[in-house]
């Protein structure tokens, strides 16, 4: 008997544009309960802004569930959390609440956001591009500058990169 799979790579097709040391662009959109965010309201904390493809899937779950999992020690370490995705208010309420994820989960629907940290953009799965969310994070200081990139994320260790670099950059 012959066994054959597939193996999906998803990958960026580009090199991305925005950097550490650059001024986080500004955004305004709603959360999963329908109220309106913006950056401004984080100035003068630590934030980690974590952009992901899209609600309810294997990656997105595995790791908007470890940031759950590990919120209490990440708020410890001095950081907020807020995640975005293209997805729409409703779908981030439902995804909220069936794996009780307790931080801000942004619906850029219009893709501002996600363009303006160049995080939209071609990917390639199974030979087939399309456009869609690269998974990035985006460390930001409490004066609105981007202070580490984190591209290509890994879902299931993503969370042990940040709570290490909270530790290094943020606690001090």
Known sequence: MTRFYLLYVTCRIDAMAIAAGQKAPAWKAKDQDGIDHTLDEYRGSWLLLYFYPKDDTPGCTT???NFRDNLGEIERNGLKLVGVSVDPVDS???FADKYEL???????????????????GKKQMAGKEYDGTFRTSFLIDPNGVIQKV????KPETHVEEILRDTKEIVVR
């Open 63 to 65: 790791e908007a569930c």
């Open 92 to 94: 981030h309420r439902t």
């Open 102 to 120: 307790p931080f801000t989960l942004i619906a850029d629907e219009d893709k501002s956001i996600v363009k303006a940290y160049d995080v939209w």
């Open 150 to 153: 984190y591209e290509n994320v």
